[in-house]
């Protein structure tokens, strides 16, 4: 998503380079900028390249999402065949439990202190 909020469809970087080119093309003996004109052209680029770099953003995302998904799916195989194994006990790391009181209201649940 760019700066302002705007998520490009997939294709309007395209679209807008299409009509750039088309645009340019219609000018076969050259052409003359003026300064207004340059500068325009730079502030398209410069939203051109914003585009790019959110659908890099979003492939990026997508890749180590994926990435991840995989290998989480890996490591959950792994698990299952070791734990099949004969005489083979699977040891989970101990999980930290909330400490508190609850008649006094303290703890981490409803009610009670953090």
């Known amino acids: 998503m760019s700066s302002n909020g705007h998520i490009p469809g997939p294709y309007e970087l395209s679209d807008c380079l299409g009509e750039l080119s088309r645009y340019f093309g219609s000018f076969p003996g050259g052409l003359e900028a003026t300064a207004e004109s340059v500068q325009l052209l730079s502030r398209l680029f410069?939203?051109?390249?914003t585009q790019a770099q959110d659908i890099e953003n979003e492939v990026q995302r997508l890749r180590w999402n994926d990435r991840a998904r995989r290998d989480a799916d890996r490591n959950a195989?792994?698990?299952?065949?070791?734990?099949?194994?004969?005489g083979n006990v699977l040891l989970f790391p101990p999980q930290?439990?909330?400490?508190?009181?609850?008649?006094?209201?303290?703890?981490?649940?409803?009610?009670?202190?953090a």
């Open 77 to 86: 195989e792994v698990a299952i065949d070791v734990s099949q194994l004969p």
């Open 96 to 113: 930290e439990r909330p400490f508190g009181d609850s008649s006094t209201g303290s703890g981490p649940w409803p009610g009670g202190a």
């Open 46 to 49: 410069g939203q051109l390249c």
